[in-house]
């Protein structure tokens, strides 16, 4: 956008990006709970015994907090390569 063509400055947006996807899709998981839509990972849902019901029924258990602390994981991943 700037104009900047530097190969670490596209790599740091490239991470910037992707952590902010994450966020967006987790902030976003109530709203679409409440449609009946779940759009996280089902690897690691099913890593933690978790389903798209328990979501939408909006349980709070601690394999439920487990999946939630995975993904974020991953958000703080991509901003520890930016840094």
Same mark, same amino acid.
């Given at each position: 956008?700037?104009?900047?063509? %530097?190969?670490? !400055? %596209?790599? !740091? !947006?490239? @991470? #910037? ?6 966020v /967006? +899709?987790?902030? !976003? /998981?109530p =709203?679409?709970c409440t449609?009946?839509k779940v759009?996280?990972p089902?690897?690691? +849902?099913?890593l933690?015994g ?8 909006g $349980?709070?258990? $601690?394999n439920?907090?487990d999946v939630? =602390?995975d993904?974020?994981?991953q958000a @703080? #991943? ?6």
């Amino acid at each position: 956008i700037l104009g900047v063509r %530097d190969i670490h !400055a %596209d790599h !740091a !947006a490239s @991470h #910037i990006g992707k952590a902010q996807g994450i966020v /967006t +899709c987790l902030r !976003a /998981t109530p =709203y679409h709970c409440t449609r009946r839509k779940v759009f996280l990972p089902m690897d690691i +849902c099913m890593l933690h015994g978790v389903s798209q019901e328990d979501f939408i029924r909006g $349980k709070q258990e $601690k394999n439920v907090r487990d999946v939630i =602390y995975d993904i974020t994981s991953q958000a @703080h #991943i991509h901003l520890e390569h930016v840094r």
